[in-house]
């Protein structure tokens, strides 16, 4: 390496050091501004919780910092100064106390799924990611065991990122395992196979909405885009996910949903023109269903002989809107376009 290259890898370093005690006060400020379920949020429910002194809170606070600057490094993919993050966050891990309970879970639950993310998305290595995904579930545990009641949004989203690892991997039905725990417990008005009913830990209207709609579309937009391959194997991912549900739903499922869900699994069985019927007569392409359910659906019905002459003029209205502004597809290649029917190709 010359001079320059040296200085500009130097800079790197610079530029996410985590040692800024300005760093810590802006940090400490995002206490009282963090109003939705992000990692900030859950982080300072966190520290809430814990009620530490202020040598531990600012142990915690360098932590989520560490974790928070090895996220963007990954993100902006620049292995070095990830490696460089891994090591200060492996020499944090040595450094705890396990029998201090409460400290070992707080710190492991902040640390742990960087360590995860960083395996998963800059390595592909799934094996250490799947470690240190299983190991977080048991930190998200124990703090909820003891009281933390905000780690339930913790507990899901491991959820579906280990469902993402395996499907990843090609471990289809153990993805396909970890993605239906989630979508059971997120539209049953039971606990499930978690430790309380999900609407005890909402705190605002149209929170459920918005939380239901990212898991069902984390879950199913990978193994809906290999769909059309109609590869059967991926039919079978999403049938194993969503058949034979039996659960009550929460009041909170509307009935847009429900339709949706119907023709999703009547498409996915086999029964496609029982299903393209029904789709026909509900509107479900609104913004109360998921786009990846829509997309597929969508999809399906445009695979169908004659199905633009059976497709009413309001409904040609609502799958336009969707084509345009959901899936971003622009005025030229839209398959229904302003309720006349352009060239598939």
């Known amino acids: 390496?010359?001079?320059?290259?040296?200085?500009?890898?130097?800079?790197?370093?610079?530029?996410?050091?985590?040692t800024s005690e300005k760093e810590l006060e802006e940090s400490k400020e995002l206490e009282s501004n963090?109003?939705?379920?992000?990692?900030?949020?859950?982080?300072?429910a966190l520290l809430k919780y814990v009620r530490p002194t202020e040598e531990v809170r600012e142990k915690l606070i360098y932590n989520y910092i560490l974790s928070e600057k090895l996220f963007r490094v990954c993100k902006e993919k620049e292995p070095n100064v990830s490696s460089y993050f891994v090591d200060k966050i492996l020499e944090q891990n040595n450094n705890l106390d396990p029998n201090n309970l409460l400290d070992y879970h707080s710190v492991k639950s902040i640390l742990n799924p960087v360590?995860?993310?960083?395996?998963?998305?800059?390595?592909?290595?799934?094996?250490?990611a799947q470690k240190y995904m299983v190991e977080l579930l048991?930190?998200?545990?124990?703090?909820?065991?003891?009281?933390?009641?905000?780690?339930?949004?913790?507990?899901?989203?491991?959820?579906?990122?280990?469902?993402?690892?395996?499907f990843n991997a090609g471990k289809y039905s153990e993805s396909a395992l970890f993605a239906r725990e989630v979508i059971r417990y997120l539209m049953s008005n039971e606990k499930e196979s978690f430790q309380f009913p999900f609407s005890?830990?909402?705190?605002?209207?149209?929170?459920?909405?918005?939380?239901?709609?990212?898991?069902?579309?984390?879950?199913?937009?990978?193994?809906?885009?290999?769909?059309?391959?109609?590869?059967?194997?991926?039919?079978?991912?999403?049938?194993?996910i969503f058949d034979n549900f039996n659960i009550p739903y929460n009041d909170n499922i509307n009935p847009y949903l429900k339709d949706s869900l119907d023709i999703f699994l009547l498409i996915l069985n086999g029964k496609q023109m029982d299903g393209i019927e029904k789709s026909i007569k509900s509107n479900i392409f609104n913004k109360q269903v998921p786009t990846s359910i829509q997309h597929f659906i969508l999809a399906n019905m445009l695979n169908?002989?004659?199905?633009?002459?059976?497709?009413?003029s309001d409904l040609k209205s609502s799958i336009y809107a969707y084509q345009l502004n959901e899936l971003n597809i622009s005025t030229s290649k839209l398959r229904i376009n302003d309720f006349t029917v352009t060239s598939m190709n």
């Open 1 to 18: 390496m010359n001079e320059s290259q040296i200085i500009e890898y130097l800079h790197l370093f610079e530029k996410y050091t985590p």
């Open 138 to 166: 048991d930190n998200i545990d124990f703090l909820i065991d003891h009281g933390f009641e905000d780690g339930m949004y913790m507990k899901i989203e491991q959820y579906l990122n280990i469902s993402k690892v395996y």
């Open 115 to 128: 360590l995860a993310y960083y395996h998963y998305y800059l390595n592909k290595d799934y094996d250490n």
């Open 34 to 44: 963090h109003k939705n379920y992000d990692s900030g949020h859950i982080f300072y």
């Open 304 to 312: 169908f002989q004659n199905v633009f002459q059976l497709i009413p």
């Open 200 to 240: 005890s830990v909402l705190s605002f209207e149209g929170q459920y909405q918005s939380i239901l709609q990212s898991f069902i579309n984390g879950i199913l937009s990978k193994a809906i885009g290999k769909i059309d391959t109609l590869d059967p194997l991926h039919n079978d991912y999403l049938s194993s």
